[in-house]
C-alpha cells in the first residue's frame, strides 16, 4: 500500500543523545514536512523539503536538523540542543493534500 | 511572523446540536485546507479552500473560505458521536509552507 512511514512509534532519549525519526515514502510527492505536536496543542512545523537536496527552516528549527537526499526518504534527527524533545512527531508528505505517517512518540529517559 | 489563529480550543456538545470552529490568519492564504484527528490518530484531510468566498459542502459539514482569503469557518451539522476529534485548518503561506491552527477539540456527548 502507499503511504508514509514512520518509524518507530515510539522513541526514548537519553541526556545528550541525538536521536534519528525516520520517514519514507512511495507517494512520489515531491514535498516533505516534519511537525512537532504538543499534548493539546496543534501542528508546528519544523522543516520541510520541496525537493531532493533542499529544505527550508519552519518555525520551531531550533535543535532539530533534517536530510533529502532521496525523494523517498525524509528523516528528522533531534539533537542534543533540543531541550525539551517530548512531543509526537508527524512527517507529511504532498501539498495538498498533506498524507501523515502514524507519528513517531518521543520520550526523555 | 505568520500565524494561523484558531477558536475555540475546546468544544462540547450535545448529540445533535450544531458546532463551528473558526480560523483567522495575520496575513492572506493561498489556500486553506482542513483535517480532522481522531484520538490517537493523525490528521486526515477533509477538504482545500482555494477562492474567495468559496463554500463548500461535504453533507453535514460546511465550509468558508472569507472574501479576504484570511479566515475561514468549519460548521457541523447536528453532531453525531463519529464527529469527535481535533479539526485543524491549515493554511499555505507561500511555496510550500504551511502553517496548522491549533486546532479545536469536539467531545460529543450522547
Known amino acids: 500500500d502507499g503511504g508514509i512511514t514512520q518509524s518507530p512509534k515510539y522513541l526514548f532519549r537519553k541526556e545528550g543523545q541525538n536521536v534519528t525519526l525516520s520517514c519514507e515514502q512511495n507517494?512520489?510527492?515531491?514535498?516533505m514536512y516534519w511537525y512537532r505536536q504538543d499534548p493539546g496543542q496543534g501542528l508546528r512545523l519544523i522543516y520541510y523539503s520541496q525537493i531532493v537536496n533542499d529544505f527550508q527552516k519552519g518555525d520551531i528549527a531550533e535543535g532539530y536538523s533534517v536530510s533529502r537526499e532521496k525523494k523517498e526518504s525524509f528523516p528528522l534527527t533531534v539533537t542534543s540542543a533540543q531541550k525539551n524533545p517530548t512531543a509526537f512527531y508527524l512527517c507529511?508528505?504532498?501539498?495538498?493534500?498533506?498524507?501523515f505517517g502514524d507519528g513517531t512518540r518521543l520520550s526523555i529517559l | 511572523g505568520q500565524q494561523v489563529m484558531q477558536i475555540p480550543q475546546y468544544q462540547h456538545v450535545q448529540e445533535g446540536e450544531d458546532f463551528t470552529t473558526y480560523c483567522n490568519s495575520s496575513t492572506t492564504l493561498s489556500n486553506i485546507q482542513w483535517y480532522k484527528q481522531r484520538p490517537g490518530g493523525h490528521p486526515v484531510f477533509l477538504i482545500q479552500l482555494v477562492k474567495s468566498g468559496e463554500v463548500k459542502k461535504q453533507k453535514r459539514l460546511t465550509f468558508q473560505f472569507g472574501e479576504a482569503k484570511k479566515n475561514s469557518s468549519l460548521h457541523i451539522t447536528a453532531t453525531q458521536t463519529t464527529d469527535v476529534g481535533t479539526y485543524f485548518c491549515?493554511?499555505?503561506?507561500?511555496?510550500?509552507?504551511?502553517?496548522f491552527g491549533a486546532g479545536t477539540r469536539l467531545t460529543v456527548k450522547p
Open positions: 507517494l512520489n510527492h515531491d514535498a
Open positions: 507529511a508528505g504532498g501539498g495538498v493534500p498533506q498524507h
Open positions: 491549515a493554511g499555505l503561506v507561500w511555496r510550500g509552507d504551511m502553517r
